[in-house]
């Protein structure tokens, strides 16, 4: 009967691991989104090297258009629309329009790589105090 006795408990624990499971995505969500981003940090790492802005917050809106264009496979991690707002020296007496193509130019492999949509605000340091 040695077997009999050990049944249960296996029973037991896979029930158990299966209900410890049902909040994982969000936990793995959120474990995922700083060691599995690597165009997040891309564009970290450019707009910081090619800008030295004073100000650069990126934000990560690709759930917010999974399963449109852009992102058909609907994965909230595919890391395709991001917000990015940058203050920076380098933005002195340039048109928005020849701000944004400095950020396009720095992301150019990542726009390659699938980067779909960038939201882009872009101030110089007296235009950020306002």
């Given at each position: 009967g040695h077997s009999r006795s050990?049944?249960?408990?296996?029973?037991?624990k896979m029930g158990c691991s299966l209900q410890l499971a049902a909040p994982s995505p969000f936990m793995l969500r959120?474990?995922?989104?700083?060691?599995m981003r690597p165009i997040y940090g891309r564009i970290?790492?450019?707009?910081?090297e090619g800008l030295q802005p004073m100000t650069l917050v990126i934000k990560d809106e690709s759930f917010k258009h999974a399963?449109?264009?852009?992102?058909?496979?609907?994965?909230?991690d595919a890391e395709?629309?991001?917000?990015?707002?940058?203050v920076s020296a380098h933005f002195e007496g340039k048109m928005p329009v020849a701000r944004h193509r400095m950020v396009y130019a720095l992301l150019d492999t990542?726009?390659?790589?699938g980067l779909h949509a960038l939201s882009l605000k872009t101030k110089t340091p007296a235009e950020a105090d306002k």
């Open positions: 050990d049944n249960p408990a296996g029973f037991w959120r474990a995922m989104s700083t060691a970290q790492a450019k707009l910081t399963g449109h264009s852009g992102n058909p496979s609907g994965d909230p395709t629309h991001f917000k990015v707002e940058v990542e726009i390659k790589d």
